[in-house]
């Protein structure tokens, strides 16, 4: 080969290499067009999936705020409609009576008409409840305003998580599941600056239009029910797939996933066939006479809901100006104000439990919490002890521990057992089975709840209010043994693998969570 020759090869050579360098270029730069379709994809889910979750807990501020302005609208109710102490009660307390009504009706309704729309009918309920409360002449009036109030708030309470559980990717399901509880904090927090904000008017008019404010949060629902999509498992159930598939291609973050959780979705549904009319009556019979596994999720379920109440919190909500009253605190504006503090405390821990749910897991955060609240019960029951009924302490001394012991109670609730018994019971149940088994556990902590209200000044009175939160604490205690025993992890796991969690019995007691979330953080670390 000549001279000339050995150029030309290197000349075409220098042409192929370049043309291999471009080659090369373009691909990179076709990669980076797909990472970036693939991340401004993955952004607009999650922004979709959050403001759905968000718009879906709307209505547990209709919830929160009644809690919190009940609290302080009773004492000018009391005075403006001459009402007795145990008409106080039976007002406070009917609401989660009541309210458990709308959550028995709740699992059967949003099997009918959706998880949306039943969102959109308690926002509906409830309006008309606040709207008779406010101009209520009498007491059997308002009652009755509050009876219509209860029904929305049960059909509400029900709802969301199971919802939010439904839309949620597994990895942020914790998190997101939990915004219903953020926003009841947020409702008793709004309640709470309510009371004192119009406390300073005639007590004629002061609370109707602490009660009258709670319609407002109604306004924003009626534009979520337009913005929400509904759940794709609720449309699997109705057999409308293509419907389910394209709500399913918004929330998830590609079409590989969407297509997977479809799947899931149709295997797990298992009865998309089955006569419908019989249905709802196979799922009682199949709830009344449950399998050993659907035993243990009940057991799970029910239990959380029920401690999550009978650990006394409603009654510290309702009657916080009764305690910091009891702990010698006299003016109606500085027991407001001292609200005002606990409002703030449990939606500030609130928002540690959401940043912290799917890090650290469900059960830690349970052990951390009904521990917690075992301690600050007995702390108050101690202080309001010895102080009234030993003279062992002095009054600024008790007043200053009571308030610390009730703002720790209520953040220790926040960071753990508040938002995780709706976690839990929103996603440990079969999809056939997991409205009723919801509403059946949203039926029981209303229950607790009203009880606990309904009857906390007479057994304060009976053996004192020191008396009274020292039994909540013993029973805080026996749910830290509880969690211990009944509770499973489920941070992670999609639906259908916490479903067969429980069907393998209760090999999570031997170890597995508290092994492995060490491990998690230990490689956070």
């Not at 997977?260 to 019989?278: H, T």
């Not at 609730?413 to 709706?422: H, N, Y």
């Not at 209303?446 to 606990?452: A, F, H, K, V, Y």
Request: include cysteine; glycine fraction near 10%.
């Amino acid at each position: 080969m000549g001279m000339g020759d050995e150029q030309d090869v290197v000349a075409i050579n220098g042409k192929g290499n370049k043309y291999r360098r471009m080659d090369a270029q373009e691909e990179e730069e076709f990669d980076e067009d797909v990472v970036r379709l693939k991340m401004a994809r993955k952004n607009d889910s999650r922004k979709y999936v959050f403001a759905s979750a968000i718009f879906a807990s709307l209505n547990s501020v209709l919830l929160g705020y009644d809690v919190g302005v009940m609290s302080g609208a009773i004492l000018f109710i009391q005075k403006d409609l001459h009402i007795t102490e145990v008409q106080q009660e039976v007002l406070v307390g009917c609401l989660s009576i009541v309210s458990l009504f709308g959550s028995l009706g709740g699992g059967r309704t949003s099997d009918a008409i959706g998880r949306k729309w039943t969102m959109g009918f308690a926002a509906i309920v409830f309006q008309i409840g606040a709207a008779i409360m406010a101009f209520a002449p009498s007491f059997l009036v308002l009652m009755i305003g509050r009876l219509f109030a209860g029904v929305g708030i049960g059909f509400g309470v029900m709802i969301a998580p199971v919802y939010i559980a439904e839309i949620a990717p597994a990895v942020a399901r914790g998190s997101l599941t939990s915004f219903p509880e953020i926003f009841i904090n947020i409702g008793i927090l709004l309640g709470y600056v309510s009371n004192y904000v119009f406390s300073g008017l005639s007590y004629h008019i002061n609370w109707r239009i602490m009660l009258g404010v709670g319609i407002l949060p109604s306004v924003f629902i009626a534009f979520a029910l337009f913005v929400i999509p509904e759940s794709p498992r609720w449309l699997v159930m109705q057999n409308r797939v293509d419907e389910a598939r394209t709500v399913l291609l918004k929330i998830n973050e590609d079409e590989a996933e969407a297509h997977q959780r479809l799947a899931e979705i149709e295997e797990a549904a298992g009865v998309l066939n089955a006569d419908k009319n019989n249905e709802n009556k196979e799922v009682w019979r199949e709830i009344l006479r449950p399998s050993p596994s659907l035993r243990r999720m009940l057991i799970t379920g029910c239990g959380i809901q029920s401690f999550q109440q009978i650990t006394g919190i409603d009654a510290t909500v309702y009657y916080s100006p009764t305690i910091f009253s009891d702990a010698g605190i006299k003016s109606d504006t500085e027991l407001l104000a001292a609200t005002v503090a606990v409002g703030f405390t449990k939606t500030i821990f609130i928002l540690v439990a959401i940043l912290l749910i799917d890090k650290v897991g469900r059960k830690p955060l349970l052990y951390v919490s009904t521990i917690g609240m075992t301690i600050c019960l007995f702390i108050l029951s101690l202080s309001l002890t010895l102080m009234h009924g030993l003279g062992l302490m002095s009054p600024n001394v008790g007043i200053g521990i009571a308030i610390l012991a009730v703002c720790g109670n209520v953040a220790f609730f926040s960071v753990g057992i508040g938002p995780v018994c709706w976690v839990l019971t929103s996603e440990i149940y079969p999809l056939r089975l997991r409205a009723q088994a919801s509403a059946l556990g949203a039926v029981g902590n209303r229950l607790c709840s009203g009880l606990i209200a309904m009857s906390f000044l007479s057994v304060s009175r009976a053996i004192s209010v020191g008396g009274t939160f020292f039994l909540f604490s013993v029973i805080s205690a026996v749910s830290v043994m509880f969690v211990y025993s009944c509770v499973p992890e489920t941070k992670g796991k999609s639906l259908e693998e916490i479903e067969r969690l429980f069907q393998n019995g209760r090999e999570w007691q031997k170890g597995e969570v508290e092994l492995g979330d060490v491990e998690h953080l230990v490689q956070d670390k």
